[in-house]
T-cell receptor
Framework: KNQVEQSPQSLIILEGKNCTLQ??????????LRWYKQDTGRGPVSLTI?????NTKSNGRYTATLDADTKQSSLHITASQLSDSASYIC????????????FGTGTRLQVTL | GAVVSQHPSRVICKSGTSVKIECRSL??????MFWYRQFPKKSLMLMAT?????????EQGVEKDKFLINHASLTLSTLTVTSAHPEDSSFYIC?????????????FGPGTRLTVL
């Protein structure tokens, strides 16, 4: 069964600090992995998308890594801002599944003063 | 590019009425659209896959007569919640698929908050 697990479930950090979110998956055959940011009451917004051959991808203060051998990914947020408070969802796509995605349960990040 | 809109963003209705939610891809054509449901503090749950010009494919446990999906054009899919009840209250999100160099990429709408009284 395809599964995506994220940790931690929730996280509180001070503004300006860095943090790293983790994602482990068992989706096979692997196509790509995406990180989304979802603000409360809004739809998910794509941060990064990585295929099998990519190890790292950055989008501003967000840097995602992918280890296809261990089936792990991380999302590193640098110099956090209050606006980074949101849920971060790891989503994995398998090939040949008509674009069906396997969603992680998300990490709820709260950035405080 | 790749903007997906939903309308309405928020709707409150009485029990027993039907509610229609629209999902539009504004700047690209989407042969496939997906409808999700999300409960508070939970991840998105796929309800159905909608293909233009054909019947939607529903996930196990989702009542097709309860959640009517129409995908009449390459830019519009609608979800109608028929005879809504309080347990149908939820956050409904659609996504539209666009083919790119990395395959099919999904772009999500902003969601529709449905409250059934």
């Amino acid at each position: 069964k395809n599964q995506v697990e994220q940790s931690p479930q929730s996280l509180i950090i001070l503004e300006g600090k860095n943090c790293t979110l983790q994602c482990n998956y068992t989706v096979s055959p692997f196509s790509n992995l995406r990180w989304y940011k979802q603000d409360t009451g809004r739809g998910p917004v794509s941060l990064t998308i990585m295929t099998f051959s990519e190890n790292t991808k950055s989008n501003g203060r967000y840097t995602a890594t992918l280890d296809a051998d261990t089936k792990q990914s991380s999302l590193h947020i640098t110099a956090s801002q209050l606006s980074d408070s949101a849920s971060y969802i790891c989503v994995v796509s398998a090939t040949g599944t008509a674009s069906k995605l396997t969603f992680g349960t998300g990490t709820r990040l709260q950035v405080t003063l | 590019g790749a903007v997906v809109s939903q309308h309405p963003s928020r709707v409150i209705c009485k029990s027993g009425t039907s509610v229609k939610i629209e999902c539009r891809s504004l700047d690209f054509q989407a042969t496939t659209m997906f409808w999700y449901r999300q409960f508070p503090k939970k991840s998105l749950m796929l309800m159905a896959t909608s293909n233009e010009g054909s019947k939607a494919t529903y996930e196990q446990g989702v009542e097709k007569d309860k959640f009517l999906i129409n995908h009449a054009s390459l830019t519009l899919s609608t979800l109608t919640v028929t005879s809504a009840h309080p347990e149908d209250s939820s956050f409904y999100i659609c996504s539209a698929t666009r083919t790119s160099g990395i395959g099919n990429e999904q772009f999500f709408g902003p969601g529709t908050r449905l409250t059934v009284l």
